[in-house]
């Protein structure tokens, strides 16, 4: 078992780039809680939060092969979770947006309708 104190050596970058199935499980272990909380304390419910961690989680794996070790395995973590977290707050906006037009034009098709009613019993007066 991979300790939290190794994440900052340089071995454990070089493991992380190798693709390490045990030093990639060994920070999600870690962090997967401290993930899934922040995306919940941006506002995201407990099922989109699991998504966005998931949706991290994929990235990390995906990417760490790039990983420096510049900076801490949590820093660069949390970079990509700030990312996966703006990108779904975006998708909400634009799904309020989509929202906002169908209900516009669902409020314009009413009042035609009820303008056409209303010339019909006007016209069999």
């Given at each position: 078992?991979?300790s939290?104190?190794?994440?900052?050596?340089?071995?454990?970058?070089?493991?992380l780039?190798?693709?390490?199935?045990?030093?990639?499980?060994?920070?999600?272990?870690?962090?997967l809680?401290?993930?899934?909380?922040?995306?919940?304390?941006?506002?995201?419910?407990?099922?989109?939060?699991?998504?966005?961690a998931?949706e991290?989680?994929?990235?990390?794996?995906?990417k760490?092969?790039?990983?420096e070790?510049?900076?801490?395995?949590?820093?660069?973590?949390?970079?990509?979770?700030?990312?996966?977290?703006?990108?779904?707050?975006?998708?909400?906006?634009?799904?309020?947006?989509?929202?906002?037009?169908d209900?516009?034009?669902?409020?314009?098709?009413?009042?035609?309708?009820?303008?056409?009613?209303?010339?019909?019993?006007?016209?069999?007066?």
């Amino acid at each position: 078992m991979i300790s939290t104190a190794e994440f900052s050596s340089v071995g454990f970058a070089e493991r992380l780039r190798a693709g390490d199935r045990d030093a990639l499980e060994a920070v999600v272990r870690a962090y997967l809680p401290q993930v899934h909380r922040a995306a919940r304390g941006a506002g995201f419910s407990a099922e989109r939060a699991d998504d966005i961690a998931q949706e991290t989680f994929k990235t990390f794996i995906e990417k760490a092969k790039t990983f420096e070790g510049r900076s801490h395995v949590r820093t660069w973590l949390f970079g990509i979770l700030y990312r996966k977290i703006n990108e779904a707050w975006r998708r909400v906006q634009r799904e309020r947006e989509h929202d906002d037009i169908d209900r516009i034009k669902s409020l314009g098709d009413s009042i035609v309708h009820e303008l056409r009613d209303r010339d019909k019993d006007k016209s069999g007066d």
